[in-house]
């Protein structure tokens, strides 16, 4: 997976708030399906 941010003036936030919500749901989709990863533990968080 490639991951960029653009930097423009007082967006920086916004980036990392996507970025943030981006990782999140992947989390999500990650314990609800353990077909991915049977290892992983459904209730610990993933990242």
């Known amino acids: 997976m490639r991951i960029a941010l653009l ?3 007082g967006s920086m936030r916004s ?3 996507g970025l943030g919500d981006m990782f999140w749901l992947a ?3 990650i314990r609800q399906n353990p ?3 049977a290892d992983i533990s459904r209730l610990a968080p993933f990242f």
């Open 7 to 9: 930097a423009l003036p």
């Open 27 to 29: 989390n999500q989709v």
């Open 35 to 37: 077909s991915v990863n």
């Open 15 to 17: 980036a990392l708030a």
